[in-house]
Nanobody
Framework: QVELEESGGGLVQPGGSLKLSCAVSQSLFGLANMGWYRQAPGKTRELVAVIRSGGRTKYTDSVKERFLIYKDNSENMVYLQMNNLKSEDTAVYYC???????????????WGKGTLVIVSS
């Protein structure tokens, strides 16, 4: 069992920045992919960004050039730097882990409880 704990959410004005953190209970080397998802009110959960064990990243189109996913293997931490935030980025953000590199077909294996991000003036 892998435990994930998100932090860093909060209220930010449009155009502002936030950095989300995900503390992972085990070494990142044993996990094929780490991802950030979000779920906005009344909407389904969507993938925001993924980082593979080797460091390759992928983003949903709406956050490209604004968000950055990265990790610190030595600290077992995964981050999501969010810049130029927009009201439509308001959501609960979840950290997730994929152990077997099959999240695209079978979904992520482990989930955090989420952290709320509100973008509003």
């Amino acid at each position: 069992q892998v435990e994930l704990e998100e932090s860093g959410g909060g209220l930010v004005q449009p155009g502002g920045s936030l950095k989300l953190s995900c503390a992972v209970s085990q070494s990142l080397f044993g996990l094929a992919n780490m991802g950030w998802y979000r779920q906005a009110p009344g909407k389904t959960r969507e993938l925001v960004a993924v980082i593979r064990s080797g460091g390759r990243t992928k983003y949903t189109d709406s956050v490209k050039e604004r968000f950055l996913i990265y990790k610190d293997n030595s600290e077992n931490m995964v981050y999501l730097q969010m810049n130029n935030l927009k009201s439509e980025d308001t959501a609960v953000y979840y950290c997730a882990a994929d152990r077997w590199d099959d999240y695209e077909t079978r979904g992520m294996d482990f989930w955090g409880k989420g952290t709320l991000v509100i973008v509003s003036s």
